[in-house]
């Protein structure tokens, strides 16, 4: 069912029948390394390249979702997933050794969150009964693609993010029991507020985060008291107290302590990220480790999760262009 | 309604309310110069950069579909696009501009067609009534991008594409009445045919059409006779010799006089594009101009029309990976 704008009310909420998350070597060194499936110390991942060493770590989270979900690769039904390598290419090779149906997606760092909208609402209208959304960043692809090479050793500002090295997924099936469902999702409009700085993602994607919030809460009338919690996927520190600041002068303060960033919670300050973690692997990470395990342990019944994404390449920075951005959201609901 | 393994069958179909062609120079001397609604002589289309050119050509052609479908910016409610830019950049910024709820797919080539598939189920169930589905490419920030920069006029092997300037986009809708309507969609899965020549795209994508195509007739039970015409996006005159072999060592051959590749049909072979046009572009103005159009001039009832990506980058070639494949298909139908 449609509902307002942007907001698609699933009238079969799909179940998260299972959730994997696989994160690098210092992302086992933060705040929340307990909540994560697997943490690695290798991050080429057993692999030659740090791109296949990527597709590696989704392609076995993937299949961790799978594999705790009771599914065999013939019973799966698609695998929704995309990355931030040109090309998504990490995602294309981890889709070609799973061999599932596979729809690709780009969204920036939104598209975990871009693909549980989409996979719901086919799950819910009967067209799958499973799917896997899925999404991967890591921080030695990331870095040389969008900045310098690794090697250069390049001071970084304080306002840059750090590329998470991390892959989430979350196995989506139709039914009943008890468990996580999606139970609303909420598609986002590009907006540009004219930042030019790539190393300023938080302030690039922040009024796109409060765009689609505020059409999710407009589109189902709901508060933001309505949420245990309110999940950005990687504003940072920096970005979330924008997001803040835009809550507040759009007339409808969100309770700060209702909002949690995924980046800004994956590291601690002293690990020197500067603004947060970043990147398609950190929302999903974040959500399919910390969040839904939290949901699982009844600390959290009802939240809403954002992913953000920042729709620049280096080609468009080299050109001078702004940088837009775009945020989708779901709601996760424990029945 | 699910069908077989891979196959959406739409309950309520959607129907396309308008389509909308746009090209580029070289395009326009092609044989299909007739059906496109603009062709532009200005490969830049008043840019400063290619991007901007090819962005500026993918939001004119939106506009276009959204304002001959009669249907305001307010009143339309989703963008699917995609396009070959690292990050998409021509569709993020055309999104930017439209101002539309945003969908960002990244197929390579079948963008377009995979766009199709998502937002047709997503009418069907009735979580949208109305969508734009789009794609471009341009064949110079393609040949920068993928291959070398323009000015060093490196020659081109006889089995190299030629990257289409152009853009497509159909704006389907919920409803009744006469029209062509997007009846099935069927997913692809990702084949590997260890080809390692990104100048041999033909060979690299003709496997994967052939899985597509072989999946969506025994998902629905039909043959090729069923149709009056299978397309296939960019495989041009070399894969499109690949596929039909292909298919006659599965033991159930294509009647060659059915089966019609858009990059093979854009160009005259005089215009030196070797082995025929590519790009997301090609099967989205090939099928919203000369193949729509050719329905609605009830030429053709019943059409399959696959799109087919090369899930490569620049770096995945640098590697020395191979080049899998993808694609998908969309049954459309006068009714």
């Known amino acids: 069912m449609r509902a307002g704008k942007q907001t698609f009310v699933y009238e079969h909420p799909p179940r998260v029948a299972a959730h994997a998350s696989i994160v690098g070597p210092k992302e086992s060194q933060g705040p929340l390394a307990a909540y994560f499936d697997e943490a690695s110390q290798d991050d080429l991942f057993g692999q030659k390249t740090w791109e296949l060493g990527e597709s590696e770590m989704l392609r076995r989270c993937a299949g961790r979702a799978m594999r705790d979900g009771g599914l065999t690769q013939e019973e799966t039904q698609a695998f929704f997933s995309g990355d931030l390598n040109n090309q998504i290419i990490a995602t294309g090779f981890a889709a070609r050794a799973l061999g599932l149906p596979f729809v690709g997606l780009y969204g920036a760092c939104?598209?975990?969150?871009?693909?549980?909208?989409?996979?719901?609402?086919?799950?819910?209208?009967g067209f799958l009964e499973n799917a896997l959304?899925?999404?991967?960043?890591?921080f030695c692809t990331a870095e040389r693609q969008f900045r310098f090479p690794l090697e250069m050793g390049t001071q970084r500002p304080p306002s840059a993010h750090w590329t998470a090295t991390a892959a989430g997924c979350a196995l989506l099936r139709a039914g009943e029991g008890a468990g996580i469902y999606v139970t609303a999702g909420t598609l986002g409009r590009i907006i540009d507020y004219k930042i030019k700085d790539a190393n300023h993602m938080g302030a690039a994607m922040a009024p796109a985060v409060q765009s689609t919030i505020a059409a999710?809460?407009?589109?189902?009338?709901?508060?933001?008291?309505?949420?245990?919690?309110?999940?950005?996927?990687?504003?940072?520190?920096?970005?979330?107290?924008?997001?803040?600041?835009?809550?507040?002068?759009?007339?409808?303060?969100?309770?700060?302590?209702?909002?949690?960033?995924?980046?800004?919670?994956?590291?601690?300050?002293e690990q020197d990220t500067h603004a947060g973690g970043s990147g398609c692997g950190c929302v999903a990470s974040v959500t399919c480790g910390w969040l839904m395990k939290r949901m699982e342990q009844g600390e959290l019944k009802r939240i809403l999760v954002t992913g953000s994404g920042a729709m620049l390449s280096p080609t468009s920075t080299m050109q001078a262009e702004t940088i837009p951005g775009v945020a989708y959201a779901v709601r996760l609901e424990v029945k």
């Open 216 to 269: 999710h809460l407009d589109d189902t009338g709901a508060t933001a008291d309505d949420f245990d919690l309110i999940a950005t996927g990687d504003l940072g520190w920096i970005g979330r107290d924008i997001l803040l600041e835009l809550f507040r002068e759009s007339g409808r303060p969100l309770p700060p302590e209702t909002l949690v960033d995924c980046g800004a919670s994956l590291f601690y300050q």
């Open 110 to 125: 939104s598209t975990f969150v871009e693909g549980l909208v989409l996979a719901s609402a086919l799950i819910s209208a």
């Open 133 to 138: 959304c899925a999404a991967s960043s890591h």
